[in-house]
């Protein structure tokens, strides 16, 4: 399975959240870790969206499986923005 960003993503680092990528297995999907959570039992492992808010998740912004998922254009960009159901 390829792993392609949405474009909606939101990498810019104005969240109380520290961005890590899914190496080794997968070096180039990137996520943010929450050390601090809303409440307990909240994922800290999630993405920003700019279409979506928080997605409770990592990969289903990279692999379409959300509806409003569009990839991006040009991979090589980075995936500056990503989004999926």
């Not at 180039?28 to 050390?35: A, E, L, Q």
């Not at 990279?62 to 254009?73: D, F, H």
């Amino acid at each position: 399975m390829e792993y392609v960003p949405c474009r909606y993503l939101d990498y810019e680092p104005h969240y109380d959240a520290e961005l890590r990528t899914a190496a080794p297995d997968f070096p180039h999907v990137r996520y943010w870790h929450r050390t601090k959570v809303p409440f307990e039992g909240a994922p800290r492992n999630v993405q920003f969206c700019r279409k979506r808010g928080r997605i409770a998740g990592i990969f289903q912004c990279y692999t379409g499986e959300l509806e409003c998922y569009e990839p991006v254009e040009n991979e090589g960009a980075g995936g500056e923005h990503q989004c999926q159901k």
